[in-house]
Nanobody, 120 residues
């Protein structure tokens, strides 16, 4: 059973930074792409960033490009989301997810989420 556990959320002021972590169980972590998503109150879940199995390829939503960085440490089975220059509109529950199949950006496994609140 694949389990994903996010951490690192919290309350931060406008312009501040946070680093989210997602620890993933299982011995084949380095075979799968990973993604970060978020859901603000009253809104649908939206894509934030994704990274391929090796970390050599990343992709970002326009709303976070240049401010957020996704990375991974395959030795630690962990994916990260460094969030800089945070804005109140970044306030949301943030979720990490793992691909269902290696090389295919379809997400089948999700964490429980970590809350990020940015105050002005």
């Amino acid at each position: 059973q694949v389990q994903l556990v996010e951490s690192g959320g919290g309350l931060v002021q406008d312009g501040g930074s946070l680093r989210l972590s997602c620890a993933v169980s299982g011995r084949t972590f380095d075979s799968y792409g990973m993604g970060w998503f978020r859901q603000a109150p009253g809104k649908e879940r939206e894509f934030v960033a994704r990274i391929n199995w090796s970390g050599g390829s990343t992709y970002y939503a326009d709303s976070v490009k240049g401010r957020f960085t996704i990375s991974r440490d395959n030795a630690k089975n962990t994916v990260y989301l460094q969030m800089n220059s945070l804005r109140p509109e970044d306030t949301a529950d943030h979720y990490c997810a793992r691909n269902r199949t290696p090389g295919v950006a379809e997400y089948a496994y999700w964490g429980q989420g970590t809350q990020v609140t940015v105050c002005s």
